[in-house]
């Protein structure tokens, strides 16, 4: 089955630097990989998402890059404010026409801002 | 996912007894997926839904048992079985699709005393 890596762990940057999260997943038939944040105590909620045939999609200060023949996919938040403070989880599924069947998560990054 | 409700918000149990959580959607979608959430932890998937009266077991599926009757409601039962079920639970739906965008529950944490 799928697996997914996420790196780091725990990230701390100052107020209007910028974060990077990498992801990398083993299975080569991925081809949608979201990105959620959730916040402590609450559910997650996806922030941006990308699909395999797309190899870097923005949403205002958010990035998402997708590399296929590495198997590996990372977050771009620009100017970071303290409302970006959260746990931020990549995933990786595959669509084979047969339907649904899940995500698979990374351990999580939890991002800390430093006013 | 204002759409989907989960209860209880907390839930307490007793070691040997089955408990069941409860996910109700109104989105009009067709798949629905448990996820189990450890400290520390990304999600697990436990069961998942495509349709009405079908289901399949996620990575995690020991210990735990689901239904899905109807198109809203796809709840999940935590047996005596399950050896470390304290975690918090979350309750998800999507269009058709794992690739469709997956919208959460607010979740529910059991406790075993």
């Known amino acids: 089955g799928e697996n997914v890596e996420q790196h780091p762990s725990t990230l701390s940057v100052q107020e209007g630097d910028s974060a990077v999260i990498k992801c990398t997943y083993s299975?080569?038939?991925?081809?949608?990989f979201p990105w959620y944040k959730q916040e402590l105590g609450k559910r997650p909620q996806l922030i941006i998402d990308?699909?395999?045939?797309?190899g870097e999609k923005k949403d205002q200060r958010i990035a998402v890059t997708l590399n296929k023949t590495a198997k590996h996919f990372s977050l771009h938040i620009t100017e970071t404010q303290p409302e970006d403070s959260a746990v931020y989880f990549c995933?990786?599924?595959?669509?084979?026409?047969?339907?649904?069947?899940?995500?698979?998560f990374g351990k999580g990054t939890h991002l800390i801002i430093q006013p | 996912d204002g759409g989907i409700t989960q209860s209880p918000k907390y839930l307490f149990r007793k070691e040997g007894q089955n408990v069941t959580l409860s996910c109700e959607q109104n989105l009009n979608h067709d798949a629905m997926y448990w996820y189990r959430q450890d400290p520390g932890q990304g999600l697990r998937l436990i069961y998942y839904?495509?349709?009405?009266?079908?289901?399949q077991k996620g990575d995690i599926a020991e210990g735990y048992s689901v239904s899905r009757e109807k198109k809203e409601s796809f709840p999940l039962t935590v047996t005596s079985a399950q050896k470390n079920p304290t975690a918090f639970y979350l309750c998800?739906?999507?269009?058709?699709?794992?690739?469709?965008?997956?919208?959460f529950g607010p979740g529910t944490r059991l406790t075993v005393l």
């Open positions: 839904s495509q349709i009405v009266n079908d289901f």
């Open positions: 990308i699909r395999s045939n797309v």
């Open positions: 998800a739906s999507s269009v058709r699709r794992s690739t469709d965008t997956q919208y």
């Open positions: 299975d080569s038939a991925s081809n949608y």
């Open positions: 995933a990786a599924s595959m669509y084979s026409g047969g339907g649904a069947d899940g995500l698979t």
